[in-house]
């Protein structure tokens, strides 16, 4: 079974500073897919940015990046020129690529607060 | 908005008591997922429709149940509600079976007393 983990449930960054999230998974499949959702306090849950294991170039998304470390096991997202409105928290998850189901597992989060 | 509906938003009901909640994926999407995110345990997965079919079931409880209607949109049955079911249920859809993304909803609280 898939597990991802991250490891800091609550971080803190300045507007307009620059902050990395980690996470971590583990799986034996050799194609899946990565992703960062965000859940605002509206607590819907959106879709940040998508990494497809197979693609060694990082994904990118306007201010939002990520450090995609295939061998670590390893997808960071990294936020630049932090605003206000990111402040939110941010759950890593997991897809593998199996032909029949595509669930997401998640991890415990990050809650991320972005101050003047 | 994601174009997945979710009602209620919010409910409030008592321990012993069933509910329903209730689901409407964007327009196209065939698959259908149901999340349960509570405080201790996170986002858990509960179970997978695509096009009526049930596809894929995580830790959902035997006292919950779910379907995927004809007009492709689901509903998820909870009963013999117990303190520990109160958690916001979220739904998601996607086109297809192994998309890479999925659209959530807003959820649905359900508070148990």
């Known amino acids: 079974a898939q597990t991802v983990t991250q490891s800091q449930p609550e971080m803190s960054v300045q507007e307009a500073e620059t902050v990395t999230l980690s996470c971590t998974y583990d799986t034996s499949e050799n194609n899946y897919y990565l992703f960062w959702y965000k859940q605002p306090p509206s607590r819907q849950m959106i879709l940040v940015i998508r990494?497809?294991?197979?693609?060694?170039q990082n994904a990118t998304e306007n201010r939002f990046s990520v450090n995609f470390q295939k061998a670590a096991k390893s997808f960071s997202l990294k936020i630049s020129d932090s605003q206000l409105g990111d402040t939110a928290m941010y759950f890593c998850?997991?897809?593998?690529?199996?032909?029949?189901?595509?669930?997401?597992?998640f991890g415990t989060g990050t809650r991320l607060q972005v101050t003047l | 908005d994601s174009g997945v509906t979710q009602t209620p938003k919010h409910l409030i009901t008592a321990t012993g008591q069933r509910v329903t909640l209730r689901c409407s994926p964007r327009?196209?999407?065939?698959?259908v997922y149901w999340y349960q995110q509570s405080l201790d345990q996170g986002l858990q997965f509960l179970i997978q429709?695509?096009?009526?079919?049930?596809?894929a079931k995580g830790n959902i409880l035997e006292r919950f149940s779910a379907q995927q209607f004809p007009d492709l949109h689901s509903e998820l049955n909870l009963s013999s509600l117990e303190l520990g079911d109160s958690a916001l249920y979220f739904c998601?859809?996607?086109?297809?079976?192994?998309?890479?993304?999925?659209?959530f909803g807003e959820g649905s609280r359900l508070t148990v007393l």
């Open positions: 998601a859809s996607s086109p297809t079976l192994d998309t890479g993304e999925l659209f």
């Open positions: 990494q497809e294991a197979y693609k060694q």
């Open positions: 327009s196209g999407d065939l698959s």
């Open positions: 429709y695509y096009n009526g079919e049930e596809r």
């Open positions: 998850a997991f897809q593998g690529n199996t032909g029949t189901a595509s669930k997401l597992t």
